[in-house]
């Protein structure tokens, strides 16, 4: 077992989404390769929690196209990479059995991962999602920390009701947290008054957006950012390079 993959890495990740107070969430920044990893540990983040999006640009791939194997090899570099503890989003788990995704998971040296509750699009069923977890959770034994991500406001309509019923349903199967992607930041009170336990919350980079100090204040215990700090760095890579010509 890697250092961050031990047992005292898993509780100090879990330690961190707990008691935080309003308007100061953990923030995980999103590296694609080890060196971004290194560069966000270098300024003094705890933890950091890689978006699949990204990853998937750094390989060339289509997001949601990313092999299996890739996808691990990858997270693994990262977690090699740092001292801090490292999530992975692991989309919908690759098709693989809950015991065989822990298993891969350990393997890469992650602390935990998210998995959604989508695929191709489609929403899935709740309960069969929720019987999945509760596998996943009963496999990992403690050993992983869950981010279940609601996918409701991308591929639902966007029921706050929906996504309440999901999170429960997901919180009793063993998620730590939960992710309602892309929830407009005018529900996250009222989300966060339904969801039981810590609140994943997307920040978005654009102009005008709330920062994660602001997304604190209205719920959120956990801000990520998917893929935009690696399309940040890609943008600025083609600015670099337009310069030299």
Same mark, same amino acid.
């Given at each position: ?7 005292d890495?898993?509780?100090e ?31 003094g ?5 890689t978006p699949s ?6 390989l060339g ?7 299996a !194997? ?7 570099r ?5 001292d801090?503890p490292?999530s992975?989003?692991?989309e ?8 065989e ?5 350990l ?8 998995i959604e ?7 899935k069923d709740?309960r ?7 596998e ?7 050993r992983l920390?869950?981010n279940?991500?609601?996918d409701?406001?991308?591929?639902g309509d966007? !029921?706050?009701?929906?996504t309440l ?13 939960v992710?309602?992607?892309m ?6 009170p009222?989300?966060?008054a339904g ?7 997307l920040?978005?980079?654009?102009a005008?957006g709330?920062s ?17 700090l690696?399309?940040?760095?890609t ?7 337009a310069g030299?010509?």
């Amino acid at each position: 077992m890697t250092a961050a993959s031990a047992p005292d890495a898993v509780e100090e990740f879990r330690a961190l989404h707990r008691g935080r107070p309003s308007g100061d969430p953990l923030v995980l920044p999103g590296p694609w390769d080890a060196a971004s990893a290194r560069a966000f540990v270098a300024a003094g983040f705890p933890a950091l929690a890689t978006p699949s999006a990204g990853i998937a640009a750094a390989l060339g791939y289509e997001d949601g196209a990313t092999p299996a !194997d890739e996808m691990f090899a990858a997270v693994a570099r990262i977690a090699r990479a740092v001292d801090v503890p490292v999530s992975a989003d692991v989309e919908g788990g690759y098709g693989l059995a809950p015991k065989e995704l822990v298993e891969r998971l350990l393997e890469a040296g992650v602390v935990g991962c998210n998995i959604e509750d989508s695929a191709e699009g489609v929403l899935k069923d709740p309960r069969e999602h929720a019987d999945y977890l509760a596998e996943f959770c009963a496999a990992a034994a403690g050993r992983l920390f869950l981010n279940a991500r609601v996918d409701t406001f991308v591929h639902g309509d966007g !029921d706050p009701g929906q996504t309440l019923e999901r999170a429960a349903l997901y919180v009793a199967a063993g998620a730590g947290c939960v992710y309602p992607i892309m929830a407009p930041v005018d529900v996250l009170p009222l989300l966060r008054a339904g969801i039981e336990g810590p609140l994943n919350a997307l920040a978005r980079l654009d102009a005008g957006g709330p920062s994660p100090a602001a997304l604190g204040e209205l719920g959120a215990t956990r801000i990520t950012f998917g893929p935009q700090l690696q399309r940040r760095a890609t943008a600025a890579a083609g600015e670099l390079a337009a310069g030299l010509r």
